[in-house]
């Protein structure tokens, strides 16, 4: 039997066999997957770039190296109509040649806080240079922020001091002046105090959201969701940890890859809102401590390995130039700090944006990710966590698992009597693979239907399985003859009352099968131990807690009731429950807006004590016990 060839396709999240050698375009656009191209695959548009990441590329075609750059083909990009798929690849497709952008949750549910960004404008009239008035530029300036404002300066940003006497002289003397700190980080000719920005970022491990902000009003103007770019060297925190320290040259390159497709998300929402980059006088980004330490080149092997050490605990606040990133002259980024080992600053961010530090009672906060950070509040104690849920939530190690793009799968109800599922995709497109909050339901549903029993395992009984070509039992959610009919459709397993149990399961059909819900398993399981363990660590059980914060784009998208039906949380109230979309964006636009957040969530960090999960004791137990799911008399 010929060996099937496996393409990784990234950042979708997904992997497409083959049964022989196959043009990329076609191989790609087979799987669902909409890449742009305008020539019919003539290799004459250049819409279809692809990144090739394995080591042995092959030499570009007549074709590519007329269309492509050679520094673009040195760092292996191809044309996907020009290539054949002959062996087992990993590619990356740039946004650039994505035809839709993937499904991704930017904003959350705002909090009333008081405006004071951390950057002022003021507006000057000044006296010209005469040869009776030989004070210098900068002095003139200092004197009148001195007399008109009553303020003093300290500091003069020296990118900002090399434009200040062409924009003096050019705009008759008529200026305004950006000021942080007692330093001078911009200069415009005339009165430009309505036009403050600022840029507030949550970099996760999968997704970026990029929020352009007002300064003045605080008013969110437009957002942007991105993905990180990074993926292609790892799913994981952990890859990407190792790859970073390989050597010099790997650590630069993963630093530059997140850097620069942050400058282009910035660039694309200024150019779409009529604003200048130099109108931008702040920036804020929060992130898990590999993603802050990555992004600002910053040594990661103490990160990498036990015990898992920060560099640093403090805020950091550097120049957006020193990173490369295009703002006003003296503009800054600023980072709040991280608060341990993986638990980082968007972790903090959640908890200032939700509250949970003045919250009275039990409350917990969870927001769910590659990596999951939780907060307990307790007594009026702050404690956190991180669990490895690992990228099965983003459709990664799934089988027919994707990314939350156009055409995956993300609502699945199945008749407990019929076992027809109905299922309900991204943007109402033709079933192509499974996401997240899919996968989830899914299993939901075949546990609630008595499909797979509270250990995972299959009810081998059910006659509406069928079996993939290694003899393995699966659920059909889509049939591949079906995949035409849009987005909402009863297209499952059990379309007639026929037993499927011994017929194979057609290679792309959409399903479930044991693997994907082992998968499910361990990344539900650790958070149900992380869950646990804070409890135990608190002195209180599950029904102490008073409310259940869920975060995060993916925490966006779940049905709180399935997340209880697996037993990812303990059996509660779904009125205990609230969602807020998120939560680390919300709390990266506050720290940018308000110099008193800022300063809140840095005393949130010192005050919040944080539990290394592996070494707790009682680690082992609550895991093996949190893989398995509810008895069926406890399904909601």
């Known amino acids: 039997m010929q060996k099937k060839i496996k393409i990784s396709i990234e950042p979708i999240g997904k992997r497409v066999l083959l049964e022989g050698p196959a043009n990329g375009l076609d191989a790609i656009l087979e799987a669902g997957i909409e890449i742009k191209s305008v020539c019919a695959g003539k290799g004459t548009c250049g819409k279809c770039r692809i990144i090739i990441r394995d080591k042995n590329k092959k030499p570009p075609g007549s074709q590519e190296s007329k269309i492509l750059s050679k520094d673009e083909i040195d760092h292996g990009v191809r044309l996907a109509c020009q290539q054949i798929f002959d062996r087992d690849m990993k590619i990356y497709i740039p946004a650039s040649s994505l035809s839709e952008e993937q499904k991704l949750q930017v904003k959350g549910k705002e909090k009333k806080f008081e405006i004071d960004p ?13 040869m009776d008035d030989l004070a210098s530029d900068l002095k003139r300036i200092k004197d009148g922020l001195k007399s008109e404002h009553g303020l003093s300066i300290d500091i003069m940003d020296i990118e900002t001091l090399k434009i200040m006497p062409e924009v003096l002289r050019k705009n008759a003397w008529d200026i305004t002046l950006s000021i942080r700190n007692k330093e001078i980080i911009n200069i415009e000719g005339g009165d430009c105090r309505e ?30 969701g991105i993905m990180n770019p990074q993926i292609s060297y790892g799913e994981d925190v952990m890859s990407r940890l190792n790859f970073a320290i390989q050597d010099n040259e790997s650590h630069n390159k993963i630093q530059a890859a997140v850097v620069d497709r942050i400058r282009e998300g910035i660039n694309d929402l200024c150019a779409k809102n009529d604003i200048k980059t130099s109108q931008l006088l702040e920036m804020t980004l929060v992130g898990n401590t590999a993603m802050h330490h990555l992004f600002l080149g910053l040594p990661v092997k103490q990160l990498a390995l036990a015990p898992f050490i920060s560099l640093t605990e403090d805020p950091v606040e550097i120049k957006a130039r020193d990173i490369n ?28 944006a939700i509250d949970i530090d003045n919250l009275k009672g039990n409350y917990l906060g969870v927001d769910i990710g590659t990596n999951t950070e939780m907060a307990l509040v307790s007594g009026g104690k702050i404690t956190s966590v991180s669990t490895a849920s690992g990228p099965a939530f983003e459709g990664a190690h799934i089988k027919h698992g994707m990314r939350a793009a156009p055409g995956a799968i993300e609502r699945v109800v199945i008749d407990k009597e019929t076992f027809i599922p109905t299922v309900q995709t991204i943007n109402d497109k033709a079933p192509t693979g499974i996401c997240g909050s899919g996968i989830l339901d899914g299993i939901a549903e075949l546990l609630r239907t008595g499909a797979i029993d509270k250990r995972g395992k299959f009810n081998i009984d059910n006659k509406y399985l069928c079996k993939d ?83 995060g784009a993916f925490g966006s998208y779940i049905d709180p009731r399935n ?3 697996i037993g990812m949380f303990p059996k509660v109230s779904l009125e205990k429950i609230s969602q807020v979309g998120n939560a680390a964006g919300v709390g990266a636009r506050m720290v940018l807006l308000s110099v008193v ?35 069926p008399e406890e399904i909601l």
């Open 118 to 130: 951390p950057v002022k404008k003021y507006h000057l009239k000044l006296k010209r240079a005469s």
């Open 195 to 224: 036009s403050s920005y600022g840029i507030a970022i949550d970099l996760g491990t999968t997704k970026i959201a990029i929020l352009l902000v007002d300064l003045i009003s605080g008013r969110t103007i437009d957002s942007k």
């Open 325 to 352: 990133i295009d703002l006003a002259p003296g503009a800054y980024i600023y980072m709040p700090p991280p608060i341990a080992g993986f638990v980082g600053s968007d972790h903090l961010a959640m908890v200032l």
């Open 469 to 551: 070509e290694k003899d393995q039992y699966q659920f059909v959610l889509a049939y591949a003859e079906d995949n035409g009919n849009g987005g909402s459709s009863n297209s499952g397993a059990a379309n007639n009352s026929e037993s499927l149990m011994h017929l194979p399961c057609g290679e792309k059909d959409i399903s479930i099968n044991q693997n994907d819900i082992v998968e499910i398993q361990l990344a539900k399981g650790a958070m149900r131990t992380g869950i646990e363990i804070l409890l135990e660590n608190a002195g209180i059980s599950f029904k102490d807690i008073d409310g259940i914060i869920i975060a």
């Open 563 to 565: 997340v209880v039906n």
């Open 597 to 631: 957040e800022r300063k809140r969530a840095e005393t949130i960090a010192e005050k919040t004590d944080y539990l290394e999960l592996t070494v707790f004791p009682s680690f082992s137990d609550h895991f093996v016990a949190s893989m398995q799911f509810p008895d």
